[in-house]
């Protein structure tokens, strides 16, 4: 439940920025709000919020006993007649009413919830009815002393920094603590079912297939398109703008697609996850960061900056993944709730952004959307001759991912160093997602997507599935760059927003099944 709600965020923020892409001024107070700015100009908020505590108190006072004998023993509180799942819906509900009255006053506010119940568990409130006691306290003090915090040193920092953001700040690298130590009933992934089920055997019949879809894909995405009277087909007679203005952005979108299935891929088959890919994992959003850093920072961007920047980055963030996990057998729900977390830590920096009107903050927003509007041919070029060289010399890690699934155990016993290839794997991922994240920004899903849809086309062993997965994934790219600038003609809509738009759906379905 906690992992849903952690992706569905991902996938509301994606749609917020879509808002926020077409209403800059009007929502520039509402990004101070949604910051979590504590600032108040009467006691009007707190009345307001007074009596609703009062009655969330109340209702969590009555719920003391039967969440203790939850929290001791499930089956135990069945037997004693409690029904679980309405005492898990009535908390459920009781922490939606009690988190929407507070959010709807002061903004989001991240991570208190989280931090407070862990501190004062950790200094003596065993109980539940002491962590209910003291929790709120801690945590009414730790947003006091955070605001207080800000206001004393505000002159010294570089711009505003809201309370909220500053939680979440604090707050991410606490979860990230948490989750090698949370006890979760899930296992090692299994990799039979995941990576290694064959199912009808591709043909070079699919390869053609999806060779020309990704033709009449990028036959439609140049000649194709709106205009004030409608649709129209430009002929060659408008060659030189579609190779200005629409080419780049096919050559781009194409290239991003593949580095990110790629990518996606080998991260899939590495860890037996069907769930993982450089967006869910969080490096896409680790590469972020270095970009943001960098971009504000640095007064002379260039992209061999902006690359060698995105991949430290995302290398530092592979890093962090590999150390929170790797005693836990790369876990599914643990390593999914890493990247989140990895994620959760991008979002107070874009929120800092949004919230001081910072004059680079529209090259920023179009970038973390996934827009390829500013590539220019040489970019669009340069990615999609990288991503064909990328193709090229799949064979030679086509053997490692065929061993990888098998174990650790078996690949060892075939002759394969694994320590050693997963190094070299997770480099590999790291410098494709930092290529990929400069052109589709931090969150677009198809290397979570891709995978899957040449999986289900039977591509199943790797040397296939990597070059499948790199198709379905241009393809992917290319529609979601063309739908992009015809949704909502003549405003447009990022690939990068579109595909997470896409991806996002497919991920919260798959969740179901997962």
Do not use: C
């Not at 009414?140 to 800000?150: E, I, K, N, Q, V």
């Not at 194709?224 to 060659?236: E, H, K, L, P, Y």
């Not at 694994?418 to 790291?430: G, H, N």
């Amino acid at each position: 439940m906690v992992l849903a709600g952690l992706v569905v965020n991902l996938y509301i923020g994606a749609l917020s920025t879509v808002l926020i892409l077409f209403h800059q001024e009007e929502f520039r107070g509402l990004m101070i709000w949604a910051a979590g700015s504590l600032a108040q100009n009467s006691w009007s908020d707190t009345l307001h919020l007074l009596p609703r505590l009062v009655v969330a108190a109340i209702i969590a006072g009555l719920m003391v006993r039967p969440l203790g004998l939850l929290e001791l023993d499930e089956s135990g509180a069945r037997s004693l007649g409690i029904s679980v799942r309405k005492l898990r819906l009535l908390s459920l509900g009781l922490s939606v009413f009690i988190t929407a009255s507070a959010v709807s006053l002061v903004g989001i506010v991240g991570f208190v919830g989280l931090a407070a119940p862990v501190i004062v568990k950790l200094v003596g409130a065993r109980t539940l009815a002491q962590r209910l006691l003291w929790a709120p306290v801690f945590g009414g003090l730790l947003l006091l002393t955070t605001d207080l915090f800000l206001l004393q040193y505000s002159a010294q920092l570089p711009s505003m920094v809201p309370t909220g953001a500053m939680t979440g700040l604090l707050g991410a690298p606490l979860l990230l603590w948490l989750i090698p130590r949370l006890s979760l009933k899930g296992t090692a992934p299994n990799t039979s079912k995941a990576t290694l089920q064959l199912t009808s055997k591709p043909t070079s019949r699919m390869f053609l297939w999806l060779l020309v879809l990704l033709l009449v894909s990028s036959i439609v995405a140049l000649f194709v398109t709106q205009s004030t009277g409608g649709w129209i087909f430009n002929g060659t007679g408008q060659w030189a703008s579609i190779v200005n203005w629409r080419l780049p952005r096919v050559l781009a979108a194409a290239g991003a697609g593949v580095l990110l299935a790629l990518a996606g891929t080998t991260i899939q088959r590495m860890t037996g996850n069907p769930m993982a890919s450089p967006e869910v994992l969080g490096i896409s959003s680790g590469t972020a960061i270095g970009l943001i850093v960098t971009i504000y920072f640095s007064s002379d961007v260039t992209v061999p900056l902006l690359v060698l920047a995105g991949s430290m980055s995302a290398v530092i963030t592979l890093a962090v993944l590999i150390l929170l996990n790797r005693r836990t057998g790369f876990q599914s729900e643990r390593l999914l709730l890493t990247g989140i977390a990895i994620t959760a830590l991008f979002d107070p920096l874009r929120s800092i952004f949004l919230a001081n009107g910072d004059p680079r903050i529209q090259q920023v927003i179009a970038w973390m959307s996934g827009s390829t509007y500013y590539v220019d041919f040489s970019t669009g070029l340069s990615a999609l001759l990288l991503a064909v060289m990328v193709v090229a010399l799949t064979p030679l890690v086509a053997r490692w991912l065929d061993l990888l699934p098998l174990g650790r155990n078996v690949a060892l016993g075939l002759g394969l160093s694994v320590d050693k290839v997963r190094l070299i794997l997770l480099a590999l991922v790291a410098i494709l997602t930092a290529f990929a994240t400069l052109i589709v920004g931090p969150l677009s899903f198809a290397g979570l997507l891709a995978p899957h849809v040449a999986r289900m086309l039977g591509f199943s062993r790797a040397l296939p599935h990597l070059v499948g997965s790199a198709m379905v994934g241009a393809l992917l790219m290319i529609s979601a760059d063309w739908l992009g600038r015809q949704v909502l003609f003549p405003q447009e809509i990022p690939a990068g927003l579109v595909a997470a738009l896409l991806g996002g759906a497919y991920f919260i379905w798959g969740l179901r099944r997962y």
